[in-house]
């Protein structure tokens, strides 16, 4: 069970290295007028606190929220996950407020971190052209967080988030 978890701690510093190297080559790279990222940095405004806690409301209690947190204990439940909260609707039941709490806590801790370390984390529709840019753009943005300024920043606070709500 130790080098399990041995394992999987090793495979998430690999991937927050390997995001970091990545955040800072983009990050080095000035926008290219032409793929629309250059305006899209013009026109960037820094949300205010009633915004980012209207953002957390949404995105805690909204119908996203819901459906995700039904998968995850969907899954789970077939899964038998933990086995001590058996099948059947009380089982799911469990496993489905289990799963709502900790999203209700991951956000407050990124709402809290993000406040606290002067970072946006919501996502930002790309201007740019073409499938290949639109989609890196999409999973860029997984691993991105923006500065005042509107400027790209690998942001850990999600992964943080993420590793205290479980």
């Given at each position: 069970m130790?080098?399990?978890?041995s394992r999987r701690a090793l495979l998430r510093l690999a991937l927050i290295?390997?995001?970091?190297?990545?955040?800072?080559?983009?990050?080095?790279?000035?926008?290219?007028?032409?793929?629309?990222?250059?305006?899209?940095?013009?026109?960037?405004?820094f949300p205010e606190v009633h915004e980012r806690i209207n953002a957390l409301l949404r995105e805690t209690f909204g119908p996203r929220a819901f459906l995700q947190s039904a998968l995850a204990a969907g899954a789970r439940h077939l899964a038998d996950d933990p086995p001590?909260?058996?099948?059947?609707?009380?089982?799911?039941?469990?496993?489905?407020?289990?799963?709502?709490?900790?999203?209700?806590?991951?956000?407050?801790?990124?709402?809290?971190?993000?406040?606290?370390?002067?970072?946006?984390?919501?996502?930002?529709?790309?201007e740019c052209n073409g499938i290949l840019r639109r989609t890196g753009h999409a999973i860029f943005s997984n691993f991105t967080a923006h500065t005042?300024?509107?400027?790209?920043?690998?942001?850990?606070?999600?992964?943080?988030?993420?590793?205290?709500?479980?």
């Open positions: 130790r080098e399990n978890e290295a390997l995001i970091w190297s990545c955040a800072q080559m983009a990050h080095g790279q000035a926008p290219d007028p032409g793929d629309g990222r250059a305006q899209q940095q013009a026109d960037y405004r001590e909260w058996r099948q059947g609707a009380t089982g799911f039941n469990r496993r489905l407020a289990s799963r709502y709490g900790q999203l209700a806590v991951q956000n407050g801790i990124e709402l809290g971190l993000g406040a606290a370390l002067q970072q946006d984390l919501r996502y930002r529709r790309c005042r300024d509107g400027g790209p920043l690998l942001h850990l606070r999600r992964w943080q988030a993420v590793t205290q709500a479980r």
